[in-house]
């Protein structure tokens, strides 16, 4: 068997072999190698998305007839699939085809699965058909349903005001969506709100994503094109993205 030496290795009749370490840097090969693998085999964060309504429940329906339950899915499944091409996720939907699903069921869901988020997808409705535009809720504990008004300057603030994820990570997800949306879609004059939704209740930081008015002519075409569902996704996708990079940098929170 012919020997050569090739850099800091040894070529053993065409076969490449590392060269002896000593203890110390065997040691700190050990080390990497065990770190390595740890890291490979802790599961990836499981985000749980939720379409919103299904089955007998079609949700609001729109001025040309879309029910909210078909958005809600459609728009589920695109960002399921832009989350799980991350490779930084694993990702269930609630439901995956037109079945009901009552509530209850929806937080038994990211219970028995041990779910790190939750988001839920919906579209909304309102008497007014000029309303529009996207809004996040996280659970309000303060009253059974609460709405914030809209006033001037409700966006910039919603922007500007970060929250600590040590004490409302749910808030920082929500502060994270409306921002990564705020650059791609119309937003409500005020879109960061709080409301006592059962599905929020799930005990793990979820939000409540209403992703426009289907009341709206101009929201129901939108949100009837996967060009546009793909935006909102991403946006989301963005959002989850930047909540686990500062979670993970957050003195004494883990994931």
């Not at 190698?33 to 499981?46: I, M």
């Not at 609630?94 to 219970?111: K, Q």
Request: net charge positive.
């Amino acid at each position: 068997m012919t020997t050569v030496r090739a850099g800091r290795r040894l070529v053993l009749g065409g076969l490449i072999a590392p060269l002896m370490l000593g203890p110390a840097a065997a040691r700190a090969a050990r080390l990497r190698a065990s770190r390595a693998a740890a890291e490979h085999a802790a599961p990836l964060p499981l985000i749980v998305v939720d379409p919103g309504h299904g089955g007998r429940d079609p949700g609001a329906i729109g001025i040309t007839g879309t029910p909210e339950k078909a958005v809600t899915l459609a728009a589920a499944v695109e960002l399921k699939c832009q989350l799980e091409a991350t490779r930084r996720y694993r990702v269930l939907l609630t439901r995956s085809n037109d079945e009901t699903l009552e509530l209850p069921d929806r937080v038994a869901f990211v219970h028995a699965h041990g779910a790190t988020l939750l988001i839920s997808l919906h579209a909304d409705s309102a008497a007014n058909r000029r309303a529009r535009g996207a809004s996040v809720y996280i659970r309000s504990a303060r009253s059974p349903v609460r709405q914030v008004p809209a006033r001037a300057g409700d966006i910039a603030r919603a922007l500007a005001d970060e929250p600590d994820p040590l004490h409302s990570p749910a808030g920082l997800l929500r502060w994270g969506i409306i921002r990564a949306l705020a650059d791609d879609i119309d937003l409500t004059p005020a879109p960061s709100r709080e409301a006592h939704l059962y599905v929020l209740g799930s005990g793990v930081p979820s939000v409540l994503l209403e992703m426009g008015f289907l009341s709206n002519r101009q929201d129901e075409a939108a949100l009837r094109q996967p060009a546009y569902r793909r935006v909102i996704a991403a946006a989301v996708r963005e959002a989850v993205d930047a909540y686990f990079a500062r979670i993970r940098h957050t003195p004494g929170k883990q994931t």
